[in-house]
């Protein structure tokens, strides 16, 4: 079945610099790939998705970067704020082949005043 | 327009209790799909069902644990027999299609 690793767990950054979080995955069958956001003791919250046939998708401040021949995808936070600390979780699917998703192991991301 | 709507937030059980979960999917998902996400940890695939039909239990327990999607009504996750391990957040998604899926608020589930 499909493994989906995340790096780094944790990450902490200045206000205002940019994050990068970065996944692999191994089922080259894999064709859909959002990211969740989830706050302590708060529902995962889409915040951006991908399929493979888009190698780049934006949204104001959110990016998501995907390179199939890799199977890699990596999310890109730029202008941190504060209220951008939570939990940032990856995922994949096949979508068409039972939707499920399949979750990275989660980054904990802090952003300094 | 509700969104995923899942009872109760919070379930305190004793050991070999019944633990029963639900939740309603937004308004028009035919999709259902329940998670568990233990302390500090991802969230893991338990179960995917539509209307009436189970499609794919492959993250559930073989022992235990059931879920249903009846025709009217909410998803059910039962826990049969409960033991300390269960303990968890159980969250619940809803979809249309192939398209996102959207999480409820959780249940957290506390064995005691």
């Known amino acids: 079945g499909e493994n989906v690793e995340q790096h780094p767990s944790t990450l902490s950054v200045q206000e205002g610099d940019s994050a990068v979080i970065k996944c692999t995955y191994s089922?080259?069958?894999?064709?859909?790939f959002p990211w969740y956001k989830q706050e302590l003791g708060k529902r995962p919250q889409l915040i951006i998705d991908?399929?493979?046939?888009?190698g780049e998708k934006k949204d104001q401040r959110i990016a998501v970067t995907l390179n199939k021949t890799a199977k890699h995808f990596s999310l890109h936070i730029t202008e941190t704020q504060p209220e951008d600390s939570a939990v940032y979780f990856c995922?994949?699917?096949?979508?068409?082949?039972?939707?499920?998703?399949?979750f990275g192991t989660g980054t904990q991301l802090k952003v300094e005043l | 327009n509700a969104g995923v709507m899942q009872n109760p937030r919070h379930l305190v059980r004793r050991r070999g209790q019944e633990a029963r979960l639900r939740c309603s999917p937004m308004?028009?998902?035919?999709?259902v799909y329940w998670y568990r996400q233990l302390p500090e940890e991802g969230l893991k695939f338990m179960v995917y069902l539509q209307k009436e039909n189970i499609i794919d239990e492959s993250g559930m327990p073989k022992e235990r644990f059931s879920a249903e999607f009846p025709k009217e009504g909410p998803s059910i996750l039962r826990i049969q027999q409960v033991v300390r391990g269960d303990s968890a957040a159980y969250f619940c998604?809803?979809?249309?299609?192939?398209?996102?899926?959207?999480f409820g608020d959780g249940t957290r589930l506390s064995i005691l």
């Open positions: 998604a809803s979809s249309l299609d192939d398209q996102p899926q959207h």
């Open positions: 308004k028009g998902h035919s999709h």
């Open positions: 991908i399929r493979s046939n888009v």
């Open positions: 089922d080259s069958a894999s064709n859909y």
């Open positions: 995922a994949a699917s096949i979508t068409g082949g039972g939707n499920k998703l399949t």
